[in-house]
Structure formats: structure tokens, C-alpha cells
């Protein structure tokens, strides 16, 4: 699912976009909590659009997602 959407923005391609793997990026953003970040992520975040792209895509999804990425 991340390759599919997440990866075309989060994969260094877009300076803004944490990516995945960046520590560093990373743990500000999960400070938030992870119903804000699933939130930001539904409802778009400054730079990224709605969904992160992918319309079907669950809460869960995004969770699992998030965590993986900042990993
Ligand atoms: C079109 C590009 C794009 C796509 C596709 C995209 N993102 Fe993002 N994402 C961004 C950008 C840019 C930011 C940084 C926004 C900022 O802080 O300025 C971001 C930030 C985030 C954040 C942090 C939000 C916060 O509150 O700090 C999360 C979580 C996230 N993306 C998850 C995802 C997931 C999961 C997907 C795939 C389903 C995805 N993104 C797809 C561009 C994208």
C-alpha cells in the first residue's frame, strides 16, 4: 500500500514529506499521537492531499502505514 501511494511523495521525492526510515523526521510528528497523524492523513495536511492518495484505504491502514514508515 505505501509503494501504491504513500511512496511517491515519501520516498525523498517531496522535501517536506517525512520519510520513511527518518528517524529524526519522524518522532516530532508522532509526538501528535496517532489519531492526529491518521487524521491529517484522511482529511490532507498542508502539502499532502486527502487520503495520502489512497481512496481505499483504511484508519488501520494508515496507522500500520505510519508506523512502518517511521520505523
Ligand atoms: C502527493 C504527495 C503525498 C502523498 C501521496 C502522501 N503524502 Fe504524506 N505528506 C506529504 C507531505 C508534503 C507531508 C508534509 C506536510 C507538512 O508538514 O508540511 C506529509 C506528511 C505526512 C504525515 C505527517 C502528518 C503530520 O501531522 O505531521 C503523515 C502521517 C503522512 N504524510 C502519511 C502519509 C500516508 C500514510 C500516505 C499514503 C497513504 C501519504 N502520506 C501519502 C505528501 C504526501
Known amino acids: ?13 517531496l522535501p517536506q514529506a517525512p520519510k520513511k526510515g527518518d ?3 519522524w518522532e516530532p510528528r508522532l509526538a501528535q499521537g496517532m489519531e492526529i ?11 499532502m492531499p486527502p487520503r495520502g492518495l489512497c481512496m481505499d484505504c483504511s484508519a488501520e491502514d494508515y496507522q500500520a502505514i505510519i508506523e512502518w514508515m517511521s520505523q
Do not use: I
Open 1 to 13: 500500500m505505501y509503494n501504491r501511494t504513500c511512496a511517491a511523495c515519501h520516498a525523498g521525492q
Open 23 to 25: 528517524r529524526a523526521a
Open 37 to 47: 497523524l491518521t487524521g491529517h492523513v484522511t482529511q490532507g495536511f498542508k502539502a
